[in-house]
């Protein structure tokens, strides 16, 4: 074989393992997240792939279904898709996340960070809640009071307001 293929290969072969290599130094959702200075508990477990412009700060983040749960006295359920614009210290036009008011379902549109508080947006209406309530992430169908706590709530989740 002449050595100019046997180089050629190398090369590819060597391009294709960094490449492999390179795939799994990608953040993921949750790390992209701390990244804007959000909590990891924004969004759910579960993530199963996300899409990310650095330069828009527009984003998708996918699961496999939607995914419902409940914190105290909040149900809140977010689409297989949600999407939005991130940037420091702000999510906003959010799509696909929706919080139960009553007896409606209705949009949380913005996420801002002002200090140690997170304020969600709903219409008109917004409500702050200490950011240490989202340290950790939520799991679909029961929030932070799962059969692997054993039963009891993990944290309480307070509103400051």
Same mark, same amino acid.
């Given at each position: 074989?002449?050595?100019?293929?046997v180089?050629?290969?190398?090369?590819?072969?060597l391009?294709?393992?960094?490449?492999?290599?390179?795939?799994?130094?990608?953040?993921t959702?949750?790390?992209i997240?701390?990244?804007?200075?959000?909590?990891?508990?924004i969004?759910?477990t579960? &993530?199963?792939?996300?899409?990310? #412009?650095?330069?828009?700060?527009? /984003?998708a983040?996918?699961?496999?279904?939607? %995914?419902s +749960?409940?914190?105290?006295s909040?149900?809140?359920?977010?689409?297989?898709?949600?999407?939005g614009?991130?940037?420091?210290?702000?999510?906003?036009?959010?799509?696909?996340?929706?919080?139960?008011?009553?007896?409606?379902?209705v949009?949380?549109?913005?996420?801002?960070?002002?200090?140690?508080?997170?304020?969600?947006? &709903?219409?008109?209406?917004?409500? #702050?809640?200490?950011?240490d309530? /989202?340290?950790?992430?939520?799991?679909?169908? %029961?929030? +932070?009071?799962?059969?692997?706590?054993?039963?009891?709530?993990?944290?309480?989740?307070?509103?400051?307001?």
């Open positions: 074989m002449p050595s100019s293929l180089h050629c290969l190398c090369i590819f072969f391009v294709l393992f960094s490449a492999a290599v390179g795939s799994d130094d990608l953040p959702a949750y790390e997240l701390e990244e804007y200075d959000f909590p990891v508990g969004l759910p579960g &993530v199963t792939s996300y899409e990310f #412009d650095n330069s828009t700060g527009k /984003f983040v996918y699961f496999n279904k939607t %995914c +749960f409940e914190i105290e909040y149900s809140l359920q977010y689409k297989s898709k949600l999407t614009t991130l940037s420091e210290d702000k999510l906003s036009n959010l799509s696909g996340v929706q919080v139960k008011l009553l007896f409606f379902w949009n949380i549109g913005e996420v801002a960070r002002v200090d140690d508080e997170l304020d969600f947006t &709903v219409g008109i209406i917004s409500a #702050d809640f200490p950011i309530n /989202f340290y950790e992430s939520p799991q679909c169908g %029961c929030g +932070f009071d799962c059969v692997n706590s054993g039963g009891k709530s993990i944290r309480k989740f307070t509103s400051s307001s």
